[in-house]
């Protein structure tokens, strides 16, 4: 029987990880067994998670700092717990600091180690290509011109496509959504998405909710969506709460359904920069990106960064097909008036679809590629697809 020993930092790592897992399932001669570190979508695929995976879910240097004792622990836990279960292969999906600790741990143990989610060597500090090769056998590229960065350190590396594309974000049911919601036609419907971490929400709601107040009046009646996660939902009511004006006609929903169903019946969306701008583009969203972090973390960032843009989008396109405000352009007063104009006029620009198709690797899903290398890692040849046996 195969063991695969799975970690992931972060809630987007932990929907790569859930949809691997299954992938893995379906291609594996015999059935898996799954451990490590993951959150609910890992662990409904499989996973035996051996802590919360949400104690790593911490970015940027000054909120990352008084966790880092807990960090640490949690290293050598999941270290000496990958020792003792002495799976076929470990698979690391982003999380790259708690993760590369993990690895030097593991040096010398013979268990080959998959990362899935090349680091941004493009974007800042390239020496981290040869750093990758020596701890992990195998990296696994989300954007197509990644692999060439860690061939020439010495590593494999696979571009398996952007596992954005196997979500339902572009299919959702935004007439059901209004429906259900009692939003008429007529109402312009605004999607607010300040992130899918603790920080990320108390850094950015507090500024969406000036931005709202001050377009109120511009726009006229106008009702929000605002997707969150079961463990962020007392915080983003509690801020509603405080400003209960400029939250007027607040949807707050939970879950990929009524998220997706949401970006299908909005005419605009405000939404902290990550994966989820990668979803508003699928489902044809016009969206603003707005983030912001901490001072510190921001004065580094600016030091070590070298790309133009926050968002895959743009990357890819080298343009600003999604407006961005990051850091001190994330205010209402810049977000309001560009907020206001985006609901009033709507429009994508076109290149976002040329920019989606780039993030594809061939005609399999991107979750059924990696786990192909996950299995070839681990010394077992993919077997024929579920869904091929049973045509």
């Known amino acids: ?71 640490l622990r949690r290293v050598t836990e999941t270290a000496a717990d990958i020792r003792t279960q002495k799976p076929d292969v470990v698979v690391t999906i982003d999380a790259p600091d708690f ?161 997706y169903d949401a970006f299908a019946a909005a005419n605009a969306a405000l939404a902290a920069s990550g994966t989820v701008s990668l979803e508003l583009a699928m489902a044809g969203t016009p969206s603003l990106i707005a983030y912001k972090v901490a001072p510190l973390s921001a004065w580094l960032a600016r030091r070590l960064l070298t790309i133009k843009y926050a968002s895959i989008i743009n990357l890819i396109l080298n343009k600003s097909a999604m407006p961005e405000f990051i850091q001190e352009n994330c205010t209402a007063d810049k977000l309001a008036p560009a907020l206001s104009n985006l609901l009033k006029n709507g429009g994508q620009d076109a290149d976002i679809k040329v920019a989606l198709a780039k993030l594809r690797a061939g005609t399999d899903a991107p979750s059924t590629n990696a786990a192909r290398v996950v299995l070839a890692e681990a010394g077992h040849e993919a077997g024929p697809r579920a869904t091929d046996t049973q045509s």
């Open 1 to 71: 029987m195969t063991k695969i020993y799975l970690i992931a930092g972060e809630p987007s790592g932990d929907i790569l990880g859930g949809r691997l897992i299954s992938a893995l399932k379906d291609l594996a001669p015999s059935m898996p067994t799954f451990h490590g570190v993951g959150g609910d979508q890992m662990q409904a695929a499989g996973l035996q998670s051996l802590f919360p995976m949400h104690e790593l879910s911490v970015m940027g240097l000054a909120e990352v700092v008084p966790q880092i004792p807990k960090i």
């Open 99 to 259: 993760c590369s600790r993990v690895a030097k741990k593991l040096k010398g143990s013979g268990i080959p180690i998959v990362h899935y989610v090349a680091p941004s060597v493009w974007a800042w500090r390239p020496g981290r290509a040869q750093k990758l090769a020596g701890l992990c056998d195998h990296v696994m590229c989300l954007l197509p011109f990644e692999p060439t960065y860690f061939e020439r350190a010495g590593m494999r590396a696979t571009f398996v496509g952007h596992s954005i594309l196997e979500s339902g974000a572009g299919n959702g049911d935004g007439p059901g959504f209004r429906q259900r919601h009692g939003i008429p036609d007529d109402t312009p419907l605004l999607v607010v998405l300040p992130g899918s971490r603790m920080g990320e929400v108390t850094r950015h709601l507090p500024v969406f909710a000036e931005t709202l107040t001050r377009m109120r009046g511009d726009i006229g009646p106008l009702h929000i969506a605002l997707p969150t996660l079961a463990r962020l939902k007392n915080t983003v009511q509690a801020a509603m709460e405080a400003q209960p004006s400029a939250w007027a006609n607040t949807h707050i929903i939970e879950g990929d359904t009524e998220k």
